[in-house]
Nanobody
Framework: QVQLVESGGGLVQAGGSLRLSCAAS????????MGWFRQPPGKEREFVTA????????YYANSVKGRFTFSRDIARNTVYLQMNSLKPEDTAVYYC?????????????????WGQGTQVTVSS
C-alpha cells in the first residue's frame, strides 16, 4: 500500500513562491507516475501537473505552465512542486497522487493513491 504525505503548503503573497513536497512510502516509487491536483474552494478537483516514472515526461495545466515545475528525486522517494509567480487563483488544497503504472495522466480517476492534501493560500 503506497502512502503519500504532502508538505510545504502555507500562506504567501501574490508573486511569491512555495515548494510542495510529497514523500512516498510502501511501494516501488520508481515504477509509478505521479501527479499533483488541486481543489479550489467550492470547485472540483483539477489537474495541475504529472510526471512519468523516470521524470523525463512532464505535463502541465495551461494555467500553471511556465510558473510551476514538477520534479522527482527517486533516491529520496519524493516529488516536488516548485510554484513561482503565484496568483490568488492558485489558492486551493493541493493533492499528490500516484498511479500504479509509469505513464503520467491528467485524469484523477486514473490515480490509485492520494495524499491528505496541503493548503496553499495566495493573498492579493
Amino acid at each position: 500500500q503506497v502512502q503519500l504525505v504532502e508538505s510545504g503548503g502555507g500562506l504567501v503573497q501574490a508573486g511569491g513562491s512555495l515548494r510542495l513536497s510529497c514523500a512516498a512510502s510502501g511501494g516501488t516509487f520508481s515504477n509509478y507516475a505521479m501527479g499533483w491536483f488541486r481543489q479550489p474552494p467550492g470547485k472540483e478537483r483539477e489537474f495541475v501537473t504529472a510526471i512519468g516514472r523516470t521524470g523525463s515526461s512532464t505535463y502541465y495545466a495551461n494555467s500553471v505552465k511556465g510558473r510551476f515545475t514538477f520534479s522527482r528525486d527517486i533516491a529520496r522517494n519524493t516529488v516536488y512542486l516548485q510554484m513561482n509567480s503565484l496568483k490568488p487563483e492558485d489558492t486551493a488544497v493541493y493533492y499528490c497522487a500516484s498511479r500504479r503504472t509509469g505513464v503520467p495522466s491528467t485524469r484523477p480517476y486514473e490515480y490509485s493513491y492520494w495524499g491528505q492534501g496541503t493548503q496553499v493560500t495566495v493573498s492579493s
